[in-house]
């Protein structure tokens, strides 16, 4: 059984930083033979992708409003992936949530990502 298990994020002051973790345990093959993504969802709207990092470790941007600003990293034999965000605005406020995808490589598609965390609620005062 696959378990997706997600730590950190919270309430931080506009400007701020932050870090969510998630952890990925009971997958078919190596942790390292998957892509992994991070997306967000605020109430009312589609949850959207940000950012997603394959097996070799290179990402891809999905939302231009995190780029510069949000990184994606993973620690293949921790089965960790990390979501840093820094310079956070009140837009950021959402619940965030891990995903592990089917292949490799990454996709902008919900449908190519089957296992998902509880989500961590993020929240960004001004």
């Known amino acids: 059984q696959v378990q997706v298990v997600e730590s950190g994020g919270g309430l931080v002051q506009a400007g701020g930083s932050l870090n969510l973790s998630c952890t990925v345990s009971?997958?078919?093959?190596?942790?390292?033979?998957?892509?992994m993504g991070w997306f967000r969802q605020v109430p009312g709207k589609e949850r959207e992708e940000l950012l997603c990092?394959?097996?070799?470790?290179?990402?891809?941007h999905y939302l231009d409003s995190v780029r510069g600003r949000f990184a994606i990293f993973r620690d293949n034999p921790k089965n960790l992936l990390i979501l840093q965000m820094n310079s956070l605005i009140p837009d950021d406020s959402a619940v965030y949530y891990c995903?592990?995808?089917?292949?490799?490589?990454?996709?902008?598609?919900?449908?190519?990502?089957?296992?998902w965390g509880q989500g961590r609620q993020v929240a960004v005062s001004d």
């Open positions: 990092i394959n097996w070799v470790g290179d990402t891809t």
């Open positions: 009971g997958l078919p093959l190596y942790f390292s033979q998957y892509a």
């Open positions: 995903a592990s995808g089917k292949y490799r490589t990454c996709s902008p598609s919900e449908s190519d990502f089957p296992y």
